[in-house]
């Protein structure tokens, strides 16, 4: 026998002890055993009876709850069994609040605190009311993207579509009396971090964990996160490898687009807000990590996660509204959907990492792929690269890309989109100009730089 998640062993009996009573008490309730050391080997108690008569009373004092305290003997040893039955109430021990967690006892605080409040009291962060938020807070934006998108996916009423603001929160449960929930804040104002901090997503693109080159950030109400996020991905981030077909050139990512959409909205949806940090995609040349600060469902492990299972999305009022959308379904088919895209796109299923810190998904480029995408292009770049790399260098191929790209682009922004200093970028255009590949168009201050035809 091991102490588990509703055993614990003591050898002897000392109040700090009702700590571990008011853990079982929050969470599936519990025996602890006074007369076990360690391994569980049972050592006695000398005061049973003592302990009978005033276990009783502490605990109903302390705690405010009642517990079977019964005296029981093991291998001829004298041994305290408290029994605690879960509670459906909050329970503190002296105002502090005590959680049983696998094997282990933790004093809950802040956000862990907060959630634990509230799902005692049947609500989740989501759906909590926040007197500072107003509709006419709200962004025509927003409306106007979430209506569109849900037209498209036929999953909301026209009627309720074409009606009042206030009537499209109050359909997707985002209001409650005279206030509206923390979620209308997320989904449907511009400036989210007004009411819940980190509610924003960055990115960046790694050489090596420690090698930064460049980030973007995306702020603003969720379904326009998830837009821009992906847009970002597309162009600026995901490399490329190139295949022919006959004489068709195609270039195709090395990652599913599919699976990256799942595992973004996977990750703004299950979120958890209040912990107040932002989701974090770190992008390297043969592999996307996407993290955010959220965890499994309750008595959940990575195996039931993997198999068939019903969604339980831990914010659930988000969650209808992106469904609502057509950004995300309704049974739980996520993981299964990104794991078929991935096996159809030649590579393998993204890795879960899931701790106390979040939750993390890596997807790995196939090897094969990388070498066909080359060392440093992004997609956009990638057939210049290949036509102009091996003569030029693939700074500068990049450079006339994107330069082609945009024929208004700036040193500044020329710098930014490569990972480079403004002065390595000044350099690598006077080449350009010299060699022919460029020219100056305009006065030397205020004109630009001209990619001939």
């Known amino acids: 026998m091991k102490e588990n998640q509703n055993i614990e062993w003591k050898e002897t009996w000392r109040d700090e002890f009702l700590k571990w009573i008011c853990g079982f ?72 609040y005590h959680f049983r967690s696998g094997s282990t006892k933790q004093e809950l605080k802040g956000a862990a605190l907060e959630r634990f409040l509230l799902k005692k009291r049947g609500r989740r962060w989501d759906d909590t009311p926040e007197p500072s938020l107003a509709v006419k807070s709200c962004s025509a934006a927003a409306f106007k993207l979430f209506k569109l998108r849900a037209k498209e996916s036929g999953r909301m009423n026209n009627a309720v579509l074409r009606d009042s603001r206030e009537v499209i929160l109050d359909n997707l449960g985002l209001t409650e009396k005279r206030w509206m929930r923390r979620a209308a804040g997320l989904l449907f104002t511009d400036q989210p971090e007004k009411h819940v901090t980190g509610a924003w997503v960055k990115i960046g693109f790694f050489v090596t964990d420690d090698d930064l080159r460049y980030q973007d950030e995306v702020h603003g ?54 912990r107040g940090i932002p989701i974090q995609i770190s992008v390297y040349d043969d592999r996307i990590a996407v993290w955010n600060p959220g965890a499994l469902p309750e008595h959940w492990t990575l195996k039931k996660l993997f198999g068939k299972h019903a969604s339980e999305p831990f914010n659930p009022l988000i969650a209808n509204a ?27 299923p993204p890795a879960y990492d899931v701790d106390l810190s979040g939750v993390m998904v890596t997807f790995r480029a196939n090897p094969t792929h990388i070498r066909s995408a080359g060392k440093s292009f992004p997609r956009s770049l990638v057939g210049l690269g290949e036509r102009l790399g091996e003569k030029l260098g693939e700074t500068r191929a990049a450079i006339l890309a994107a330069m082609r790209r945009d024929a208004k ?11 480079l200093s403004t002065t390595a970028v000044d350099k690598n255009l006077q080449y350009l100009k010299s060699h022919g590949y460029i020219r100056r168009v305009g006065p030397a201050k205020g004109g630009r730089w001209e990619v001939p035809e």
């Open 221 to 274: 109400n969720l379904f326009g996160q998830v837009e821009q996020v992906l847009e970002f991905l597309r162009t600026k981030y995901l490399k490329a490898y190139i295949t022919y077909h006959g004489i068709q050139r195609r270039e195709t990512f090395l990652f599913p687009e599919s699976a990256l959409r799942e595992t973004v909205l996977n990750a703004i949806v299950h979120k958890d807000y209040s």
């Open 25 to 96: 008490a929050n969470a599936e309730g519990g025996v602890l055993v006074i007369g076990r050391d360690d391994q569980g080997q049972p050592v006695g108690v000398s005061n049973a009876n003592t302990l009978l008569n005033d276990l009783p009373n502490k605990i109903r004092d302390v705690l405010g709850i009642m517990a079977d305290v019964n005296l029981v003997k093991k291998s001829g040893k004298d041994l305290i069994e408290i029994r605690v039955e879960p509670y459906p109430t909050p329970i503190s021990y002296k105002g502090e």
């Open 409 to 419: 682009i700036t040193t500044k922004a020329l710098a930014e989109t490569l990972g």
């Open 322 to 348: 992106f469904f609502r959308a057509g950004y995300i379904e309704a049974w739980g088919r996520g993981i299964e959907k990104i794991n078929r895209d991935c096996r159809e796109h030649g590579i393998e």
